[in-house]
C-alpha cells in the first residue's frame, strides 16, 4: 500500500491566490520530508527539505517566501504556494526516506494549473 | 557539478524485444545510485538502489547495473505494462545526505 499520501491530486485556481498541498507518511514517522517539482520534460528538482518542528531548509533559486513549508507533525507537511502565478505551474511531489532501508517515497504528486 | 544524463529520451519496443536504458553519471563521490519507474500523473516509484561498481540487482524483468560511471536498466522481454518513464538520480557522497539529483527519464513504450 501507499507510504506517502498527498492531497489534492490536482488543483486549479486563479493567478494570486494561494493554494496548500499536503503530505502526509502513513507508514512512519517522517522528522524530514522532502518537496519536489517536475516540470515537462525535465526531472524532478528538489525544491527544499521540510524539518518538523523547525524551519524548512531551501534549495537555491527557490524562494522561501512563495514556497511556505510547514511540518507540524511527525506524519504532515504542507506545501503553499502564495500568490500563485501561471510559472508556478508544475507537477510538485513530496517524499519521505525511510532511514532504515534508505529508501525515498514518493507520493502521487500534486498537478497544480494556475490560471 | 554532479550530473545525470539518460539515454535515450524515449524507446519504443515490440513485447518480447529485450533492450538497455543508459545513466550516465558524473559526481564527486557516490554514495547510491537509484532507479524509479514513473506512471503519467503519478510519483516516482522506486525499483532499485545501487551502491558499488559490479553491483547487479534484479527485480521480475528488470536487471540494473552499475560501473564507476554509468548505470543500465535492461529490460528482458517487456510487456505493454512495463510502459512508463524510468528515472535514474544519484545521491552524492559529501553532498546534503537527502538530495537526489535526478535524470530527465527514458520514456519507453512496449508495443503488444
Known amino acids: 500500500g501507499a507510504v506517502v499520501s498527498q492531497h489534492p491530486s490536482r488543483v486549479i485556481c486563479k493567478s494570486g491566490t494561494s493554494v496548500k498541498i499536503e503530505c502526509r507518511s502513513l507508514?512512519?514517522?517522517?522528522?524530514?520530508m522532502f518537496w519536489y517539482r517536475q516540470f515537462p520534460k525535465q526531472s524532478l528538482m528538489l525544491m527544499a527539505t521540510?524539518?518538523?518542528?523547525?524551519?524548512?531548509t531551501y534549495e537555491q533559486g527557490v524562494e522561501k517566501d512563495k514556497f511556505l513549508i510547514n511540518h507540524a507533525s511527525l506524519t504532515l507537511s504542507t506545501l503553499t504556494v502564495t500568490s500563485a502565478h501561471p510559472e508556478d505551474s508544475s507537477f510538485y511531489i513530496c517524499?519521505?526516506?525511510?532511514w532504515g532501508s534508505g529508501e525515498l517515497f514518493f507520493g502521487e504528486g500534486s498537478r497544480l494549473t494556475v490560471l | 557539478e554532479d550530473q545525470v544524463t539518460q539515454s535515450p529520451e524515449a524507446l519504443r519496443l515490440q513485447e518480447g524485444e529485450s533492450s538497455s536504458l543508459n545513466c550516465s553519471y558524473t559526481?564527486?563521490?557516490?554514495?547510491?545510485l537509484f532507479w524509479y519507474r514513473q506512471d503519467p500523473g503519478k510519483g516516482p516509484e522506486f525499483l532499485f538502489t545501487?551502491?558499488?561498481a559490479g553491483e547487479e540487482k534484479e527485480k521480475e524483468r528488470l536487471k540494473a547495473t552499475l560501473t564507476k560511471k554509468e548505470s543500465f536498466l535492461h529490460i528482458t522481454a517487456p510487456k505493454p505494462e512495463d510502459s512508463a518513464t524510468y528515472l535514474c538520480?544519484?545521491?552524492?557522497?559529501?553532498?546534503?545526505?537527502?538530495?537526489?539529483?535526478f535524470g530527465t527519464g527514458t520514456l519507453l513504450a512496449v508495443q503488444p
Open positions: 517524499s519521505v526516506r525511510d
Open positions: 521540510s524539518n518538523e518542528g523547525s524551519k524548512a
Open positions: 559526481v564527486s563521490g557516490l554514495r547510491g
Open positions: 507508514d512512519f514517522q517522517a522528522t524530514t
Open positions: 545501487l551502491y558499488s
Open positions: 538520480a544519484v545521491q552524492a557522497i559529501g553532498g546534503a545526505t537527502n538530495k537526489l539529483i
